[in-house]
């Protein structure tokens, strides 16, 4: 039997889900500045070059009338944002600190 590594300390999934059908999606909602950001924090943290933090682009995460959406694992806990300022208290208290955002929690 093979050992499960865990590759990244936390893994980060931001949707960027786009609905050409009218319905509420993440990316209406700015998805796409919000992961941009992230990722330069994140980088700007030297979180990324140490292994530590993951961030990947994802498709629909099915809570769209929640949205946006950051799914974050392995702790699986889901975040909601409006602006940047939520983005850096999430990688401030959570990446960082390793505590949970419960005004953003999902």
């Not at 009338?65 to 939520?86: A, L, M, N, R, S």
């Amino acid at each position: 039997m093979t050992e499960n590594k865990q590759h990244f300390g936390q893994h980060l999934f931001i949707c960027m889900n786009k609905r050409d059908d009218g319905r509420e999606c993440c990316a209406d909602k700015g998805a796409q500045a919000a992961q941009k950001h992230l990722k330069e924090r994140v980088k700007e943290l030297g979180l990324s070059r140490s292994g530590d933090v993951r961030i990947n682009q994802a498709g629909c995460l099915g809570r769209c009338e929640e949205g946006p959406v950051i799914v974050i694992y392995p702790q699986g806990t889901w975040y909601t944002y409006v602006d940047k300022e939520d983005i850096d208290e999430i990688i401030d208290e959570h990446l960082v600190g390793g505590k949970i955002v419960e005004r953003l929690v999902i």
